[in-house]
């Protein structure tokens, strides 16, 4: 084995100066636009922009004004314009607009687009065809890597999933790539890169590629991250569609977590107003349940709560020195566990009341009774029900690609039923969901698969054989069988059960879906650790479609008693779920390893399954 | 006497392990709500002063925020021209509660611990100087480097400078050799960004049935191409392709799409009624006809309603004004709609619930579960009845239903029924946990207590006894069962020992 038994998991390096490097750069970008200038923004880069700068800082900088960009033209009187946006075509002809309606009444200003993390040539291309070329000064802002905690970067594009895994574009593979580079140059160089997934063999490509040039200055560096595994969100879409059970995947899947924060409503704040928490590793209340099977957060809140009220409670009996030491010294630690704890029950009540209210017990049984692959009939007709009984559009969809995914698509009489009963209840539009759903491989019907092969030799034979490779590959990405049971038989991802399995003490990582399943994406990543490659998970690999590799550096040092062989990177491309970053975790903690989770984005079921709807342009 | 307490305890069957569930009220949320009481009880000695408390305006975002001055902009910039609604005025009053500080820095607060550091620490000293220039962004290059002074980039060095963001001609690629290495070598270096840029330029240097010739062979390109004809919505020149790789399918749903941009029912009906003819499969065009038809009785339907409405005749509108208009809901939406607006008409009309089910063809199960929620939203009782009421040939009149019972209990109790309502469904419950959640939960006594004794639980009816009003029925319902109990446990070791002597 080699990982090394029961030592401290080493620390996750400092990820701060990636703020900060984000920080300087827009600020020198800023600084190209001198003078005053309203600011417009792009609603998703808002949060992220938030948690690296703030007002007062763009103010420094002559910011005057702060727009969102959205399709009403703005009323502003400055002289200057910039546009912070992502690099989209719709956002390209908002500002066309803007630029020439500006020409049409004779108003001259000058306009900055700054694109994040990149510029593409297709927003250009808009710019040019819309006549406002030269008009427009364009600018990069490289902000690839966002920092959410200790352990979390963000590339915070959740487009990303559909742009690749639905409509099979490339276009965010030049950043990922871009984004590693950043990383190694900082943090590594990493000895060894292991991934699975087309798209994480492209991206590592990609980068090699890039630092091929870039080569010189990272020999003889001390890493402090040894190692980095890349993995494509469908080389496992079961795990991601699970219902989530850890507090921190509860929280997401209830509250939403937007950037590492969340707001909390109402219903939980038990005032009229709504919160907006930071949920990280500096909240000490949250970081010590985070990680908990939601069952035993009662037990830690109340223990919790007990200690602190006997805190207070030393007070009564103090003299007027002590009660100033008590004062300056305690109570504004006190105060604030005692905020956070008030604030993290009412979470947990309110989660109770609405899973209680959607039968979240029966859907739990469901999803098992899926995953280990018995009373499908039973399961099917759960699903059917939730269905007719419109409870919500994405969890039917959910359930549905479960059901799909673990049986290597659906019986076609159930495929038309359950999408006929589908389209009664949430819509006919939907039909476009199913096709969708159905091209990611996420929701098909039995036969599909062999159709599918005869399609693929049939243009084969079309074509040369270099390129033959390809679109085998390419059909592949569209819809690939799941083979998920011969995989969970292989890897063992349905524990066996005798007795109770003690979810406040896991003997697993299947705790995270409370002891009845162990996440296939983590199951693989340890195997590979483990094994420190691919040899012995053949068979597991021809499952998973292939795209494995494994490299090490040669040039770059092996110490072994360097921290950072014990310190993965572990990256997500097409998002990751706070279950999975809980069992991985869990997993550091008993090889004693530390795992840096970087994603496109963080994902969960629902944000999965509405990228797959179609809506309006 | 000791042997009876034995045999008795045998005859008394063991209350079953709890686990967890998500299920349970009493026991976890018990829990958690004494951790709230302890938790709220520190409140008074706590709320003097809030200056942890971060400050949030009325949107919830932390004051100081760009998000949150994002809005101020936006919504001080409008006030003056229109009455801005209702939610502004909600917000101006709670956010005057904060002292309005533009300059708050509120936000690095959150950043505590990390901003210890000198918040400025600049560029190189960050970085141990090595690298720096790789992420110090390329801007304001020399014009020079813009232009494209070497003209002899092979296809791999132009893709590559190209994947670098530098700027590069591609008119020198001419010949179609020329240009097809090149988009293969776009393809080879991963970048989707360069791939559709080579596209952009092949669209506009090649005839569309060469382009599509070659691009059939070349799926990653395809892929490429189809995605960028979707966003920059060139509808006519993406149908032109798909018709070309005989994507029949594909043809038909990228024209069904466009459906969603049409906000005009009447033109959108239209469009629909185009959409039957496209080339889907057999299933799916059954699927669009009845989206057509099912917005064409939506239509009628509005019309004729909010005519009703309107007129203040229909008692039920009176009632019950309706919320929102029927139109583009989806079809159990509709049933609902007709089922509580509609419910006793007549199957001739288009409104009426029979014939929705008759038209579209809507199964048992779905009917029953919808018309039940709207019956039960409407405390129609007796409809509920209704529903589940069958009678054989002898009169005999009997409960059935294509559901589970405890669904019906579930939807019941979601509006509010009276428990002798629910307490009938409940009794149907053939799973005898499920049927004891329930009746716990929603304190249908009668139920709880039978179902005890028929599983002879003397430790849970016993307990149950608390639950009860002292002194009501109920109570003495448990305390004559169990008395009842006893003698019938006397009896069978009665029984027992003297079977005993026998052997």
């Not at chain 1, 960009?69 to 009187?77: G, I, L, T, Y």
């Not at chain 1, 590979?528 to 040669?554: Q, T, Y």
């Amino acid at each position: 084995m080699a990982f090394a038994g029961r030592r401290d998991a080493p620390e996750a390096p400092d990820f701060g100066i990636l703020k900060r490097l984000a920080r300087d750069q827009l600020i020198y970008l800023l600084e190209q636009l001198p003078g005053k200038k309203d600011l417009f923004i792009e609603a998703d880069l808002m949060s992220p922009l938030d948690r690296i700068a703030n007002v007062s800082i763009l103010k420094q900088h002559e910011v005057d004004k702060l727009y969102k960009v959205e399709s009403r033209p703005a009323p502003s009187s400055s002289d200057q314009f910039c546009f912070l946006v992502r690099p989209r075509i719709r956002t390209m002809r908002y500002i066309a607009d803007i630029v020439n309606a500006d020409k049409m009444s004779g108003r001259s200003r000058k306009y900055k687009i700054i694109f994040s993390p990149q510029k593409f040539y297709a927003c250009e291309m808009v710019l040019e065809e819309e006549g406002v070329f030269g008009d427009v000064t364009c600018d990069e802002w490289s902000f690839y890597l966002l920092p959410l905690d200790e352990d979390i970067i963000s590339m915070e594009l959740p487009e990303f999933f559909r742009d690749y895994f639905l409509e099979g574009d490339h276009r965010w593979i030049n950043s990922i790539a871009r984004a590693l580079q950043l990383l190694n140059s900082l943090y590594g160089p990493f000895g060894k890169v292991y991934g699975i997934g087309r798209c994480a063999k492209m991206s590592y490509e990609l980068w090699r590629d890039l630092e091929e040039e870039s080569e010189g200055d990272s020999q003889g560096r001390k890493p402090e991250i040894g190692n980095i595994f890349l993995m494509d969100r469908d080389t496992d879409y079961v795990t991601a569609l699970c219902s989530q059970v850890v507090y921190e995947g509860l929280v997401d899947d209830t509250f939403r977590i937007k950037c590492g924060s969340v707001d909390f409503g109402p219903d939980v704040t038990s005032s009229d107003k709504s919160i907006k928490v930071l949920l990280n590793a500096q909240d000490k209340v949250f970081s010590q349940i985070r990680n908990e099977h939601f069952s035993s957060v009662f037990g830690f809140l109340s223990q919790k709560s007990r200690n602190l009220q006997a805190q207070y409670d030393r007070r009564r009996g103090m003299d007027i020195k002590q009660m100033k030491n008590f004062v300056s010294q305690e109570l504004k630690g006190l105060k604030q566990e005692h905020r956070l704890l008030s604030l993290h029950i009412g979470a947990c009540e309110s989660i109770m009341k609405k899973k209680t209210k959607q039968d979240f017990q029966e859907m739990i049984k469901a999803e098992h009774s899926l995953l280990e692959g018995f009373d499908i009939r039973e399961s099917t007709s759960f699903i059917e029900e939730h269905i007719d009984r419109q409870v919500s559009p994405t969890e039917s969809l959910r359930l549905m690609c479960l059901l799909s995914l673990t049986e290597n698509g659906l019986v076609p009489k159930d495929y038309r039923s359950l999408k006929t009963q589908y389209l009664q209840s949430y819509g006919p539009e939907h039909l476009l969901t199913f096709h969708n759903l159905k091209r990611m491989g996420l929701l098909t019907e039995q036969s599909a698969g062999e159709t599918l092969t005869a399609v693929e030799s049939k243009v084969s034979k079309l074509v040369t054989d270099r390129a033959a490779g390809k679109i085998t590959d390419a059909f592949n990405s569209l819809a690939r069988k799941s083979n998920f049971r011969a995989i969970s038989k292989k890897l063992g991802l349905i524990p066996r059960v005798d007795g109770e399995y003690d979810l406040k003490m896991p003997r697993d990582m299947a705790y995270v879906f409370s002891g009845a399943y162990v996440p296939l994406s983590c199951k693989i990543i340890e195997q590979v650790l483990e094994r420190r490659g691919w040899l012995g998970l053949e068979e597991v690999v021809r499952l998973l479609n292939g795209n494995e590799f494994s490299v090490s550096d040669s040039a770059v040092e092996d110490n072994p008693a360097w921290e950072s062989q014990r310190v993965v990177l572990a990256v997500f491309l097409g998002g990751c779920t706070f279950s999975e970053m809980a069992a991985l975790r869990f997993l550091g903690r008993e090889r004693g390893c530390k795992f840096i989770f970087l994603t496109t984005a963080i994902t969960n079921s629902a944000r999965m399954m509405e990228a797959t709807i179609e809506a309006k342009a | 006497m000791s042997r009876a307490r034995g045999d008795e305890e045998e005859y008394w069957h063991s209350s079953k392990f709890r686990a967890f569930t998500f299920d349970d009220e009493d026991d976890e949320l018990s829990q958690l709500k004494e951790s709230k009481r302890a938790v709220n009880s520190l409140r008074d000695i706590v709320d003097d002063d809030d200056d942890d408390l971060e400050r949030v305006s009325w949107s919830g975002e932390p004051v100081g925020s760009i998000s949150w001055s994002i809005k101020e902009t936006s919504s001080s910039s409008t006030s003056s021209l229109e009455g801005r609604d209702s939610s502004l005025q909600k917000g101006s009053s709670s956010y005057a509660a904060f002292p309005k500080q533009v300059s708050s820095y509120s936000l690095s607060s959150l950043f505590k611990g990390r901003n210890k550091l000198p918040s400025f620490q600049s560029l190189s000293d960050a970085l141990s100087d090595t690298g720096v220039k790789n992420y110090a962004p390329e801007l304001r290059r020399p014009k020079a480097e813009y232009k494209d002074y070497s003209s002899d980039w092979s296809p791999k060095d132009t893709v590559r400078r190209m994947q670098r963001g530098k700027i590069c001609s591609l008119e020198r690629f001419r010949s179609l050799q020329d240009k097809l290495v090149l988009l293969d070598e776009a393809v080879a270096g991963h970048d989707g960004n360069v791939i559709t840029a080579v596209l952009i330029f092949l669209k506009r240097t090649l005839r569309r049935e060469i382009l599509f010739r070659e691009l059939e062979v070349r799926q990653v390109a395809l892929c490429h191409l189809i995605h960028f004809l979707k966003e920059t919505g060139e509808q006519k020149l993406l149908l032109d392709l798909l018709r070309f790789l005989d994507r029949t399918e594909e043809v038909a749903l990228s024209q069904y799409r466009e459906h969603l941009n049409i906000q005009d029912v009447e033109k959108r009906r239209e469009f629909l009624k185009g959409c039957i003819g496209l080339p889907f499969s057999a299933e799916d065009t059954s699927h669009i006809q009845d989206h057509y038809t099912l917005l064409e009785r939506q239509i009628i339907i509005e019309a004729n309603d909010r005519h009703l409405e309107s007129a203040g005749q229909s008692e039920i509108f009176r009632k019950y004004p309706r919320k929102a208009s029927i139109l583009n809901m989806p079809l159990v939406t509709t049933l609902f709609y007709s089922c509580f607006y509609h419910y006793t008409e007549a199957e001739g009309t288009f409104s009426s619930p029979t014939n929705l089910k008759k038209t579209f063809k809507i199964p048992d199960k779905q009917y029953v579960l919808t018309a039940l929620a709207a019956r039960a939203k409407l405390r129609a009782w007796d409809d509920v009845d209704a529903l589940f009421t069958t009678k054989n040939w002898l009169g005999y009149t009997k409960k059935k239903a294509p559901i589970g019972f405890h669904r019906v209990v579930e939807i019941l109790q979601r509006n509010n029924a009276p428990v002798q309502v629910l307490q009938e469904y409940v009794r149907l419950v053939e799973d005898v946990e499920t049927r004891l959640n329930l009746a716990t939960k929603y304190k249908c006594h009668d139920v709880v207590i039978e179902t005890y004794r028929d599983l002879k639980d003397r430790i849970q009816l016993t307990a149950y006894k608390c639950k009860v009003e002292r002194g009501s029925a109920d109570e003495e319902k448990i305390n004559s069962i169990l008395n009842n109990m006893v003698r019938n446990a006397c009896f069978f070791f009665q029984r027992l020992s003297s079977e005993m002597a026998v052997d």
